[in-house]
């Protein structure tokens, strides 16, 4: 009664089952994920920016 199941991945953003050779099901699901990806990267960004803003900071207020 074991069922064999065929070699399948799942979509990255929503789970459903595709072909193995592709990581997303739809043009819908990759719009999702090129907006996650930009997200992302632009908080990575911010978070470098404040982070060198505090270093400044630092810096400043030690030479004065």
Do not use: W
Not at 20 to 35: F, P
Not at 47 to 59: E, G, R, S, T
């Amino acid at each position: 009664m074991i069922e064999k199941v065929n070699q399948h991945a799942h979509c990255h953003m929503c789970g459903n089952v595709i072909p193995i050779s592709e990581t997303l099901c739809s043009k819908e699901c990759k719009d999702k994920y090129q907006n996650m990806v930009k997200r992302r990267k632009m908080f990575v960004y911010l978070m470098y920016a404040i982070i060198f803003f505090i270093i400044a900071l630092f810096f400043v207020q030690n030479i004065f």
